[in-house]
């Protein structure tokens, strides 16, 4: 069953809750500790955040992220979405990339999720602060964006790092359909990275020319030292939750490909070519291909626990 709702007028209602936190938040979200220590925390940190000029992708939708993360802006002259936040230091960059293409920050009505990883909604919380967006996410995914802390259930439980805690999380529905103006986001529930991973779809359109998008969220099956996918008391539906989501994103319309790392879908490769054909963009096959690596990689994740 699909569902609808619409978030412009929410977003309105709860700014002036939104607004009477930001300080805070923004201040919290913003703080980098030492680099030494980032360093040691995250020693991929430097190389994902590192500068990535913005760009329009197609239509509407733009990439505002840093090298190694994304962050996708859906705009539209009565608001826009963004799809994830990357770090918690990547916030400002974020912003700026926002304002550097003609917008602003203050029009994103909407923000949205992929997994509840440091790295990908780490920068919500201040990106919520200076916009006064709806953050909504699903059943699973809301608890750890209101603590910034991940769950036991989740395979990387103990290994990822905490992050800056966001306000006013609204849950949502598998499938249901977010609007903001004419954008159109369906909310695809694929997890087994995280219990709450989301992957999101829509249509955007250019001089008569419409593509349907795929955010697809990590399908890889990492996790902490210890953990077994085969057999574990925490999260033991996670291969079957791998599975399904897998099968859904083999059937999902889908002409662009966008991963939360965009070397998982070679988006940078794939903009280069848009601008040397009209077709450079378009791989029809992004997300079968996408989803058959991906069940790859748990068939021999797998293999490698029956084995020990």
Same mark, same amino acid.
């Given at each position: 069953?699909?569902?609808?709702?619409?978030?412009?007028?929410?977003?309105?209602?709860? $700014?002036?809750?939104?607004?009477?936190? @930001?300080?805070?938040?923004?201040?919290?979200?913003?703080?980098?500790? @030492?680099?030494?220590?980032?360093? @040691?925390?995250?020693?991929?940190? @430097?190389?994902?955040? $590192?500068?990535?000029?913005?760009?329009?992708?197609?239509?509407?939708?733009?990439?505002?992220?840093?090298?190694?993360?994304?962050?996708?802006?859906?705009?539209?002259?009565?608001?826009?979405?963004?799809?994830?936040?990357?770090?918690?230091?990547? $916030?400002?960059?974020?912003?700026?990339?926002?304002?550097?293409?003609?917008?602003?920050?203050?029009?994103?009505?909407?923000?949205?999720?992929?997994?509840?990883?440091?790295?990908?909604?780490?920068?919500?919380?201040?990106?919520?602060?200076?916009?006064?967006?709806?953050?909504?996410?699903?059943?699973?995914?809301?608890?750890?964006?209101?603590?910034?802390?991940?769950?036991?259930?989740?395979?990387?439980?103990?290994?990822?790092?905490?992050?800056?805690?966001?306000?006013?999380?609204?849950?949502?529905?598998?499938?249901?359909?977010?609007?903001?103006?004419?954008?159109?986001?369906?909310?695809?529930?694929?997890?087994?990275?995280?219990?709450?991973?989301?992957?999101?779809?829509?249509?955007?359109?250019?001089?008569?020319?419409?593509?349907?998008?795929?955010?697809?969220?990590?399908?890889?099956?990492?996790?902490?030292?210890?953990?077994?996918?085969?057999?574990?008391?925490?999260?033991?539906? $996670?291969?079957?939750?791998?599975?399904?989501?897998?099968?859904?994103?083999?059937?999902?319309?889908?002409?662009?490909?966008?991963?939360?790392?965009?070397?998982?879908?070679?988006?940078?490769?794939?903009?280069?070519?848009?601008?040397?054909?009209?077709?450079?963009?378009?791989?029809?096959?992004?997300?079968?291909?996408?989803?058959?690596?991906?069940?790859?990689?748990?068939?021999?994740?797998?293999?490698?626990?029956?084995?020990?």
């Amino acid at each position: 069953m699909t569902f609808s709702r619409t978030f412009s007028a929410l977003a309105i209602a709860i $700014a002036a809750v939104l607004t009477a936190a @930001a300080t805070s938040a923004r201040a919290q979200a913003t703080s980098s500790p @030492a680099q030494s220590t980032r360093a @040691a925390e995250c020693p991929s940190c @430097a190389e994902w955040n $590192a500068p990535q000029e913005p760009v329009r992708i197609f239509g509407n939708v733009h990439y505002v992220g840093t090298h190694g993360l994304s962050a996708i802006l859906l705009t539209s002259t009565e608001g826009h979405v963004l799809i994830d936040g990357a770090l918690p230091e990547s $916030a400002e960059s974020i912003a700026a990339h926002i304002r550097a293409l003609g917008f602003r920050v203050e029009d994103v009505k909407l923000i949205v999720n992929s997994h509840v990883h440091f790295d990908h909604a780490g920068g919500i919380a201040a990106l919520q602060a200076m916009s006064g967006a709806t953050v909504v996410a699903s059943p699973a995914s809301a608890p750890v964006l209101r603590t910034g802390m991940s769950g036991r259930d989740d395979p990387q439980y103990g290994s990822v790092s905490a992050f800056p805690p966001v306000q006013n999380v609204t849950v949502i529905a598998d499938g249901e359909t977010l609007r903001v103006g004419p954008i159109a986001l369906v909310a695809r529930f694929t997890p087994g990275h995280t219990p709450g991973g989301t992957s999101w779809s829509w249509r955007s359109c250019d001089a008569g020319r419409c593509l349907d998008f795929v955010y697809a969220d990590s399908q890889t099956p990492v996790s902490t030292n210890g953990f077994l996918f085969t057999r574990n008391t925490t999260y033991p539906t $996670a291969i079957a939750d791998f599975e399904r989501g897998q099968a859904l994103l083999e059937t999902l319309k889908c002409d662009v490909l966008l991963t939360p790392h965009p070397s998982a879908s070679n988006m940078f490769e794939r903009i280069a070519e848009r601008d040397a054909s009209a077709h450079g963009l378009v791989d029809a096959e992004g997300c079968r291909r996408f989803a058959s690596a991906a069940r790859a990689q748990l068939a021999k994740r797998i293999a490698t626990e029956r084995g020990k």
